[in-house]
């Protein structure tokens, strides 16, 4: 084998764009991730405020935020009217999609 044929099998052997998922898995994969947030937050939120202040606390701590930056933008969530929400149907999260299994 020549040089240069072993130099191009070793820069394959150690290109990373192959190991990377394709963009559409990277995507259907952050959707997966958003979707089961979504989930997670609709099954904390039925355990009540408690549960949600301490895992805001819990988030804040372990995760090593700014407090002023968080409360800022609890601040500017807390100030959004709820009618207004209602009124646009921003008040709920989106159901689950479903899909059809062919047999």
């Known amino acids: 084998m020549s040089k240069s044929i ?22 259907r ?19 009540g405020e408690r549960v949600e202040f301490e895992l805001l606390e819990h988030l804040i701590t372990a995760f090593d935020l700014d ?6 933008v609890l601040d500017r969530f807390a100030g ?6 209602r009124a646009v149907g921003a008040d709920r999260l989106p159901p689950s999609p479903i899909r059809q299994v062919q047999r």
């Open 29 to 47: 994969s952050a959707e997966l991730r958003r979707l089961r947030r979504q989930r997670y937050a609709q099954r904390i939120h039925r355990l």
């Open 6 to 27: 072993l130099s191009r099998q070793v820069v394959r052997a150690d290109d990373s764009r192959h190991d990377r998922p394709h963009p559409l898995q990277e995507r």
């Open 67 to 72: 407090e002023d930056a968080v409360d800022r």
């Open 80 to 85: 959004i009217d709820p009618k207004v929400l």
